[in-house]
């Protein structure tokens, strides 16, 4: 079967003294019955060459299923009087979440829900299931949950779908008591909704035509969206805005940002005469976010900022529009401490951080006199990751905690601040004798081109790279990365990981600029005109990894998605013959036709990420130099495989697909594949069978171009 071939058809367009030509920019047109036929035969294309793998494929998908419990319970988290948790049922995609009520209002233990019981029999005394969410997706191949909120007096659930993958959703509200559905329905809808302190009204947010999140709106119960309140409205094209409650319950907070600036305004429950107010006016450069605690019994504003030095301090200010200049000083900034956020309790602040690449959590203890004694959560692992989640109670005495590393399951702890005692309430189980001693974890650094030390996370069987004449074996390994938005790839444990462990292969993740594991200056370093950072580092991991005799060029392979997939697509330009292999997934690969286009979605809030280089020539010019399509050529490129979703509203499939185009015609013969689901947006498919199977699809062509396809 002969590759599908894209029909040449120039358009050009001058920019800055510059002609650029784009002969396949027709594969925009997602409603052409030429563009879909075209797509449908690149699925086919790639059916055909990897029809070798199928078994492989079945097989992988029936190891995931078979380290998996498919009937499973979360631990339950208390919210006001019930513990709220999630259960799944072997053979359903989506599952339920569920409730019961708390029995002792003094008791924080979570309850022991039965394992294994019928999908028709309850976990616990009282369940109430809140939403069957395979019946709410019967009929639709795609689902999507985008968030769920009970109304404060837990009557009410407001709940959000999407069916198309398109990331618009429809909130609906759900009577608890009944089971009825109100007449309310709210569409176009990003993310959730949240309840007002009254559990009458509704604050959502809607986007424009870019897909800008760019109103606040306030939807009384029983009445039409038509007549909804608009709350807020933000016309400056590079900010983004969000809606949402302090954990007290007092303070509707709107947050407008843009990559680099932030403006909070906040809704006094108390005293709703006063509207909403700003407090603290935008200042270009200013991060901020706002959340209300009391200390030493007096109401006060949490702000955590970076007026002060990059990597943030917190502060706090009367309940009142407040300058950032004139906060008081609660954590000071610290150059070796990343400050990422900060989570106020009655008794106690948890506040999330970083110090060399690695996640940490501190807590600050509330007396009657103010903030006390301020110390970490301790782990006995170096390579690890934690944070805190499932913590909506302003009064709760404990903190919720998860925790994980690259060989040990996601745990889940309760850790109690008077007692100081961490308790494990829950490590995801992993059926047929899995034993996290059985692997080793290691934490290595490379070194960069200018000579900064980028660390590289890797984990693989204890006995891979054992061999009875030569020591420590290099291995195939898998080298992931992203190194975009200050997004840090941190240590993480995957069931479907262990496909390609237990075959002898070893998994890294390249903690490469742009990211922000060692703070806020490694994500500066690897932005607008500094990008290239984030592909010369990661070539430069891989050349570690060969160099120090981990893994070969001949069964190393290459992984990363969205803006992953740009770092995916300009390594394989820079750098092809480190790598049997590249999968690119959602790719961000036609990067500057993307940022010349401010009517695409996401286009002007990204100005700040990647430059504007419709306005700047010097910004152009850079781009152009590392954009992948742009720097396509005749080159022995790697095995590559484009994974890409028809509706991505974030990346959109024409961009992978115009890539592989390019490629082909520019290196006829060259092994390039691309798959779109025709159903699926930018997460890829929906509910977790189709996506064990789709990771499996991946998995299995890694495994072939890593020479362990037959292991």
């Known amino acids: 079967m002969q590759p599908p071939v894209a029909a040449r058809r120039p358009t050009s367009r001058e920019i800055h003294g510059h002609t650029r030509v784009d002969d396949y920019e027709w594969l925009r047109d997602k409603d052409s019955p030429e563009v879909l036929a075209h797509l449908e035969a690149e699925n086919a294309f790639t059916q055909e060459r990897t029809a070798h793998l199928a078994d492989l494929r079945q097989t992988i998908f029936e190891e995931i299923k078979g380290r998996t419990r498919e009937t499973d319970l979360s631990v339950p988290t208390r919210n006001r009087g019930h513990w709220y948790y999630g259960r799944t049922f072997a053979g359903k995609e989506y599952g339920a979440t569920c409730r019961v009520p708390v029995t002792d209002p003094d008791d924080w233990t979570p309850p022991t829900p039965a394992e294994d019981c019928a999908p028709d029999e309850p976990a616990l005394p009282g369940e109430q299931v809140l939403l069957d969410l395979d019946a709410l997706a019967e009929g639709h191949d795609f689902f999507s ?34 089971g009825e559905l109100l007449e309310d329905e709210i569409t ?132 009142a529009p407040t300058p950032i200049a004139d906060l008081a000083p609660l954590v000071p900034h610290d150059p070796a401490v990343r400050l ?15 110090s060399n690449g690695l996640t940490q959590l501190r807590i600050i203890e509330l007396g009657a006199d103010g903030p ?44 109690d601040v008077r007692t100081r005692e961490l308790t494990l309430l829950k490590q995801a189980p992993v059926l047929g004798g899995y034993d996290p001693a059985d692997y080793q974890e290691h934490r290595l650094w490379a070194t960069a081109e200018d000579g900064e030390r980028i660390p590289i996370s890797i984990v693989c069987r204890r006995d891979a790279r054992e061999d009875e004449t030569m020591g420590s074996a290099p291995v195939p390994t898998l080298l992931y990365g992203y190194g975009a938005y200050e997004a840090s790839m941190d240590p993480y444990f995957s069931v479907a990981r262990l496909s390609l462990l237990d075959r ?30 984030t592909f010369s580092d990661f070539v430069a991991c ?43 997934g959602v790719p961000f690969v036609d990067a500057l036709t993307t940022m010349l286009d ?19 020539p010097e910004v152009y010019e850079y781009m152009a130099s590392y954009a992948p399509y742009d720097n396509v050529a005749e080159r022995p490129y790697p095995s590559i495989l484009a994974e890409t979703s028809l509706n991505d509203t974030r990346v959109l499939y024409v961009e992978p697909a115009k890539w592989v185009a390019r490629i082909r015609a520019t290196n006829p013969g060259a092994d390039v594949l691309l798959r779109t689901e025709m ?33």
């Open 372 to 415: 006390g004694e301020d110390y970490l959560v301790e782990f006995d692992k170096p390579l690890y990751t934690v944070g805190s989640g499932g913590n909506p109670g302003f009064h709760q005495p404990t903190v919720r905690i998860g925790w994980t590393t690259m060989a040990v399951p996601s745990s889940v702890y309760d850790y």
């Open 504 to 533: 002898g292969a070893a998994f890294a993740i390249a903690h490469v600029r742009g990211g922000g594991e060692m703070g806020r200056r490694w994500y500066d370093d690897g932005k607008l005109m500094r990008k290239q950072n």
């Open 542 to 584: 891989a050349r570690h990894l060969v160099d120090r005799g981990w893994t070969t060029p001949e069964t190393l392979v290459a992984e990363g998605g969205s803006a992953g997939g740009l770092l995916m697509g300009a390594v394989a330009n820079q750098a092809p013959e480190m790598f049997a292999g590249i999968v690119a």
């Open 679 to 711: 159903s699926a947006g930018h997460g890829g498919v929906s509910g977790r069978y189709k996506a064990w199977h789709d990771r499996a699809f991946s998995l299995a062509w890694m495994l072939d171009r890593m020479g362990l396809a037959g292991r």
């Open 598 to 616: 401010a009517t695409l979605p996401l286009t002007v809030t990204e100005y700040d990420e990647w430059g504007n280089p419709e306005a700047d």
């Open 145 to 178: 949950l985008g968030g769920s909120a009970v109304s404060p007096d837990g009557t009410l659930l407001a709940y959000s779908t999407d069916t198309v993958g398109d990331e618009r959703y429809t909130v609906r509200v759900k009577d608890l008591d009944s």
């Open 188 to 319: 176009g809808v990003i993310g959730g909704a949240t309840w007002d302190r009254s559990g009458k009204n509704l604050y959502y947010t809607t986007v424009d035509d870019s897909w800008r999140a760019d109103k606040i709106w306030r939807h009384r119960l029983g009445t039409a969206q038509a007549d909804d309140e608009l709350v807020h409205h933000e016309t400056d094209g590079r900010f983004w805005v969000g809606v949402g409650r302090t954990r007290t319950d007092r303070f509707i907070v709107v947050a407008a940002g843009s990559k680099v600036t932030s403006e909070y305004r906040y809704l006094d429950a108390d005293h709703p005469e006063l509207g909403l107010q700003v407090f603290a006016e935008r200042v270009e450069g200013v991060e901020y976010t706002l959340d209300h605690a009391v200390v030493a019994g007096e109401d006060r504003f949490l702000v955590l900022h970076n007026a002060t030095g990059p990597d943030f301090e917190i502060g706090t200010a009367p309940v």
């Open 340 to 354: 990422e956020d900060v989570d106020a309790f009655a008794g106690h602040l948890v506040v999330h951080q970083r």
